[in-house]
């Protein structure tokens, strides 16, 4: 088990839904991170969060929009999206500003677009 | 642009042998990340490394840091079959900055047989 919590673990959805991702940690991390994983690649970062305020976009198409509500949670609506955005999700955590912790993952909600 | 390189890809070893994995990357950074990942697992951290010339052990696994040379390198010895998994060396390309930007190598898919 780890500390930073997501939901739903699998979510299977169509192009014309719209859903949403969560994280929760608990911590007391004040950086926030969502990550996209495709099979046998490396986790690429999508969207940062520092004290609540997104502080990082690596050009994430707008069909993905983070929302940061508290210190604790994040989440990740979905909408419109597409095949290939079909991909393992994972949120992580930091203390902010401590170079020598790592950032802590969550298991990843696993994401199939139909 | 960073660029973090890790060699090799996949690695079959026997129990009982040593081997190391390299990871090389592009830019100066200020962090270094370790990290294991098993098969629809999240991420485990291992190491952190901030400075030249670091050195961390844990158990089996051994990480050092070469910031002159951008080089990092996890040294297996005497492998046994639990360490089987994918391990990614990740670097922050936020350089002195408060939270991470971590751009991953490809990742080593080790595989320990008897």
């Known amino acids: 088990d780890t500390e930073v919590t997501q939901t739903p673990k699998h979510l299977v959805m169509g192009m014309t839904n719209k859903k949403s991702l969560k994280c929760e940690q608990h911590?007391?991390?004040?950086?926030m991170y969502w990550y996209k994983q495709k099979a046998k690649k490396p986790p690429e970062l999508m969207f940062v969060?520092?004290?609540?305020?997104?502080?990082i976009n690596e050009s994430v198409p707008s069909r993905f929009s983070p929302e940061c509500p508290n210190s604790s949670l994040l989440n990740l609506h979905l909408h419109a999206l597409q095949p290939e955005d079909s991909a393992l999700y994972l949120c992580a955590s930091s203390q902010n500003g401590q170079l020598n912790q790592p950032q802590h993952f969550g298991d990843g909600t696993r994401l199939s677009i139909l | 642009e960073l660029k973090v390189e890790q060699n090799p890809l996949f690695l079959s070893m026997q129990e009982g042998k040593n081997y190391t994995i390299y990871c090389n990357y592009s830019t100066t950074s200020d962090r270094l990340y370790w990290y294991r990942q098993d098969p629809g697992k999240s991420l485990e951290s291992l190491f952190v490394?901030?400075?030249?010339?670091a050195v961390k052990q844990e158990g089996r696994l051994m990480a050092s840091l070469d910031t002159k040379a951008r080089l990092s390198t996890l040294h297996i010895t005497a492998a046994v079959h639990d360490l089987s998994a994918t391990y990614f060396c990740a670097v922050d390309k936020n350089y002195g900055g408060s939270q991470g930007n971590l751009i991953f190598g490809k990742g080593t898919k080790l595989s320990v047989k008897p």
């Open positions: 490394l901030l400075s030249n010339g």
């Open positions: 969060y520092s004290y609540e305020k997104l502080s």
């Open positions: 911590m007391g991390h004040r950086a």
